[in-house]
């Protein structure tokens, strides 16, 4: 078993923490397939995707916030959570999470090679090489969670700022847009997308990435409840914020008429908005939020077989390091293998109905979390959150169908 927990006593300097680890689930989920998805659904659905985003995020912060308080106020990670649950379960979460991490760290060092492709020129197995390298160098540092903190909060805020530009060069509709996040013209074609963007944000490893992040730093207990609680909304904020900024601007780039380019729609936004310099940006923002991406899904998959093997947690930033080694290694000699990267990626999608629900199942039992009081409000909000994701997880097993069928 992991080491206890030492509780941390609320305080000011706290802040830094619970603001990493909001930054840390942010980035998490702000990754190489965030950007395309994001992209794709807005040429498609138009100003009516807001409808979905606005959606996506009320749900997320339900998952996230449950998710978040069970784990801080019980002092256990997911997985041990989970086991007191159901014995045994735990030990099928920690599989589910690691294996669908290990697959899509693949495609993040995928993302950081296109990245340094179109920033300097270089292959992109060179580009993923010199960002193994940069996130190696994160947690070899004796203070890793410390740096973990400064980069995410550092690259989260440089995409936001420069996706925020290429928003407003692009002169998106944004009246229109306020109208139809609330009175789309189908709510039912919403339905799917929305789904997505829920797994795609708090799905698999992401929905404990900060929640680890808090109780490694020791922030946990009631008189921490108030700084978990604001974590967690902040987290899923940030996501919301660069979901909704890149949503705006590749509307805008739309509704001018302009159409992306089928190979890279996210890249011909930025390229469309702001001619070349657009394009850099873009090769900025891609490598941040994949080098982010990377070090958020290495450090949260390791951290669920922290209490399952000593040797582990004993030697946890070693183990971190090996994971993103690996990662790239496959993405180098391999390549992305595509049909792996999408039945694992829909497996992803049972997972947060699968953990969500262990939580949620944990939430009032007193032998986990003690004299903790889970508030009625909250739970009603997680369970739509469950049954939500778990109509995602339906449709994903169709998808595992489909491709085994081919």
């Known amino acids: 078993m992991a080491e206890p927990v030492v509780t941390k006593p609320a305080s000011k300097s706290n802040w830094s923490v619970l603001l990493g680890a909001a930054f840390i689930m942010a980035t ?7 950007l395309t998805q994001t992209t794709v659904f807005t040429e498609k659905f138009r ?29 256990m990670r997911g997985q041990d959570v989970a086991n007191k649950v159901f014995p045994g379960l735990g030990h099928f979460i920690a599989l589910l999470i690691v294996m669908g991490g290990l697959a899509f760290n693949i495609g993040n060092i995928a993302g950081c090679g296109m990245g340094f492709n179109v920033l300097f020129g270089v292959t992109e197995q060179t580009g993923a090489i010199i960002s193994c390298i940069i996130a190696l160098a994160i947690f070899a540092s004796k203070e890793a969670g410390a740096a973990m903190d400064m980069v995410a909060k550092a690259l989260g805020a440089v995409m936001i700022l420069l996706t ?21 013209s189908d709510y039912g074609s919403l339905l799917l997308p929305m789904i997505t963007l829920v797994g795609g944000t708090v799905g698999g490893y992401i929905t404990f990435a900060g929640g680890h992040r808090l109780l490694d730093a020791g922030i946990v207990g009631h008189e921490n409840l108030k700084e978990v609680n604001k974590s967690s909304v902040t987290g ?6 660069m979901r ?26 930025f390229q469309i908005a702001a001619g070349n310099l657009g ?12 080098i982010t991406s990377v070090v958020g899904c290495a450090y949260t998959s390791v951290s669920f077989l922290r209490s399952m093997f000593k040797v582990v947690d004993k030697y946890n930033s070693y183990f971190i390091m090996l994971f993103i080694v690996f990662s790239t290694l496959v993405f180098v000699f391999v390549g992305r293998p595509v049909t792996v ?26 032998k986990i979390v003690g004299d903790y009081e889970h508030p ?29 069928n081919k």
Not at 169 to 175: F, K, L
Not at 245 to 269: E, M
Not at 342 to 360: A, C, F, Q
């Open 164 to 184: 925020a530009y290429v928003m407003l060069i692009s002169n998106p509709p944004v009246g229109q847009a306020v109208v139809k996040a609330v009175f789309p």
């Open 47 to 75: 100003a009516d995707f807001a409808f979905a985003i606005l959606a996506s995020i009320i749900i997320d912060i339900g998952a996230q916030m449950n998710v978040w308080r069970v784990i801080t106020m019980s002092r």
């Open 279 to 290: 394009y850099k940006f873009f090769g900025i923002v891609l490598w941040s939020a994949a």
């Open 376 to 404: 009625t409000w909250l739970l009603v909000f997680g369970i739509l959150a469950a049954l939500v994701s778990a109509y995602a997880g339906a449709m994903s097993l169709q998808g595992i169908a489909a491709l085994w």
């Open 244 to 269: 909704v900024i890149l949503f705006l601007a590749v509307l805008g780039v739309v509704s001018a008429g302009a159409t992306l380019a089928k190979n890279n729609p996210p890249a011909s936004v």
């Open 341 to 366: 990267l999408v039945i694992v990626g829909s497996l992803n999608g049972l997972i947060l109905p699968i953990t969500l629900g262990s939580m949620l199942l944990a939430a009032r039992n007193k």
């Open 28 to 34: 998490s989920a702000i990754g190489p397939g965030f």
């Open 236 to 241: 899923i904020l940030i996501t919301g914020v």
